[in-house]
């Protein structure tokens, strides 16, 4: 089974896809940590999409196209895997189509509003644990390791709305483009928990 995972920033894909890969022994692929280990790798496509980070560009979708096709030559792609961060935008969509055989986009839906309440409250610690104001009770520390915790410059309403335009505009269409294909399936994440989230897209790749 290879899927995508689709959904605005915030709407906990992060959460769903470490549920997914665990309860489904899908490989779970990040173009994030793809692009981090070429660059660490120093491979020479990796070498190619620092030069455009470093000089402060976008990588161009030619690139991640490229480094997403390699990604899943590797042996541990041959049973199955979760795309999660690509494809951003129809260029990418149709030159994956090329190359890989998608069963399934999975599409998290969550209205903008709340979006916006879940990234703005957002506070983190640098242990990598996530919390949310209204469960904080005012406290300030990590309740794993106790350190201060913070927000992230990027979470404040002006640059989550950006963001969220910028989804609106590029990744949304993705929509409509799995549709027409009759791959995609959409779940609602609203004010229910992860597992309850979870319930639904379980009922769905169950099929």
Known sequence: MNIILLGAPGAGKG???S????NYKLLHISTGD?????IKGGTEIGKLAKSYIDAGKLVPDEVTCKIVEDRLTWDD???????DGFPRNLYQAQQLDKFANIDLCLNINVDEALLMDRICGRRVCSCGESYH???LNGATTCAKCGSELYQRADDNPDTVKARLETYNTQTAP???YYKSQGKLASVTSGKGSPDEVFEQIRKILDK
């Not at 793809?34 to 070429?38: D, K, L, P, Y």
């Open 15 to 17: 959460t769903q896809a």
């Open 19 to 22: 549920k997914i890969a665990e």
């Open 34 to 38: 793809i692009f981090r280990a070429n």
């Open 77 to 83: 792609a041959k049973h199955g895997y979760m795309l």
């Open 133 to 135: 104001v209204s469960t």
């Open 174 to 176: 993705l929509i409509d």
